[in-house]
Nanobody, 124 residues
Framework: QVQLVESGGGLVQAGGSLRLSCAASGRTFSIYVMGWFRQAPGKEREFVASVLWSGGRTDYADPVKGRFSISRDNATNTVLLQMNSLKPEDTAVYYC?????????????????WGQGTQVTVSS
């Protein structure tokens, strides 16, 4: 089993920045890729970004390219999502997820473990 705990959400004005953290514990050696997803009220969950657990390759959804950056802190088994130039449409609950299968995917149903989520609210 892998446990994931997100932190760092909050309220920010448009144009501001937030950094989300996702701490992984348990059988972290089984993780292949970590992803961030978000779900806004009344909308389906959507892919935001992913990074290989070993580091390196990243993937971003078009709406966040150039504004968000995903990275991994090897020392603390933490995945970070730096969010800059935030917009009201970024408002959502953000979830981190871990996948053990050996390929990269944007499909949430192909991730095995999920955190509890953290609220991000961007005011206009």
């Amino acid at each position: 089993q892998v446990q994931l705990v997100e932190s760092g959400g909050g309220l920010v004005q448009a144009g501001g920045s937030l950094r989300l953290s996702c701490a992984a514990s348990g059988r972290t050696f089984s993780i292949y890729v970590m992803g961030w997803f978000r779900q806004a009220p009344g909308k389906e969950r959507e892919f935001v970004a992913s990074v290989l657990w070993s580091g390196g390759r990243t993937d971003y959804a078009d709406p966040v390219k150039g504004r968000f950056s995903i990275s991994r802190d090897n020392a603390t088994n933490t995945v970070l999502l730096q969010m800059n130039s935030l917009k009201p449409e970024d408002t959502a609950v953000y979830y981190c997820a871990a996948r053990t299968g050996r390929w990269v995917t944007r499909r949430g149903d192909e991730y095995d473990y999920w955190g509890q989520g953290t609220q991000v609210t961007v005011s206009s």
